[in-house]
């Protein structure tokens, strides 16, 4: 099994930049190379909302079309984390930012991930 820890938020103002990191613990056997990464987040009105994954090697990245071009994800296999870096943020993404893993996809969908970290705050003050 997999286990992810995000760390990195906090209050940032409008137009700010933070980085978020997931790191990974594994159990004997499991290897987080193997594991496609997605960022998600959360506020209490909404769902999980996709925001950014990145393929198992690094080799591939998709990003919703509401943070492309401003929030680059990316991972370092031998540390084992992943990173969410996010630029010019605005205060409606506040939110909690979780990192999720799976073997099988890279997807969109929140239910297509089993592996969760406990979510890390941002708040984007106006």
């Known amino acids: 099994q997999v286990y992810l820890k995000e760390s990195g938020g906090g209050v940032v103002q409008t137009g700010g930049s933070l980085t978020l990191s997931c790191v990974a613990s594994?159990?004997?056997?499991?290897?987080?190379?193997?594991?496609?990464v997605a960022w998600f987040r959360q506020t209490r009105e909404n769902d999980r909302a996709f925001v950014a994954g990145?393929?198992?090697?690094?080799?591939?990245?998709d990003y919703s079309d509401s943070v492309w071009g401003r929030f680059t994800v990316s991972r370092d296999n031998a540390k084992n984390t992943a990173y969410l870096h996010m630029n010019s943020l605005e205060p409606e993404e506040t939110a909690l930012y979780f990192c999720?893993?799976?073997?099988?996809?890279?997807?969109?969908?929140?239910?297509?991930?089993?592996?969760w970290g406990q979510g890390t705050q941002v708040t984007v003050a106006a």
């Open positions: 594994t159990a004997p056997g499991y290897f987080f190379h193997n594991y496609e």
């Open positions: 990145i393929r198992y090697n690094g080799g591939g990245t």
């Open positions: 999720a893993a799976n073997l099988m996809t890279l997807g969109r969908s929140a239910a297509e991930y089993d592996v």
